[in-house]
């Protein structure tokens, strides 16, 4: 069983940045990979980014290329989202997830996530 906790939401102007935490409990986190989704009201849950255990691999949605960096520190059991040039349309609830399966190559699939926070909330305004 693995605990996540995000932090790090809020109400942020177009143009600012956020930085997102996920606490992770165990002590397996480190062969885990990572990932980021979020869920904009009235859609469904979509993908935003994923970290492979070692930090090597990340993976992005095209909507965020370029602006959103993913990380981990293991040593902390935390996985990190840095959001910069924020747009009205990143507002969402942000959830990490934990894939205990994928640890080299991370999956952008939903499906392949095991465990998942509560969630956190990110209000861009215009």
């Known amino acids: 069983q693995v605990l996540l906790v995000e932090s790090g939401g809020g109400l942020v102007q177009a143009g600012g940045a956020l930085r997102l935490s996920c606490a992770a409990s165990?002590?397996?986190?480190?062969?885990?990979?990572m990932g980021w989704f979020r869920q904009a009201p009235g859609k469904e849950r979509e993908f935003v980014a994923a970290?492979?255990?070692?930090?090597?691999?990340?993976y992005y949605a095209d909507s965020v290329k370029g602006r959103f960096t993913i990380s981990r520190d293991n040593a902390k059991n935390t996985v990190y989202l840095q959001m910069n040039s924020l747009k009205p349309e990143d507002t969402a609830v942000y959830y990490c997830a934990a894939d205990p399966q994928g640890g080299v190559i991370p999956t952008t699939r939903e499906s392949e996530y095991d465990y998942w926070g509560q969630g956190t909330q990110v209000t861009v305004s215009s």
């Open positions: 970290i492979s255990r070692g930090g090597r691999r990340t």
């Open positions: 165990g002590r397996t986190f480190s062969s885990y990979a």
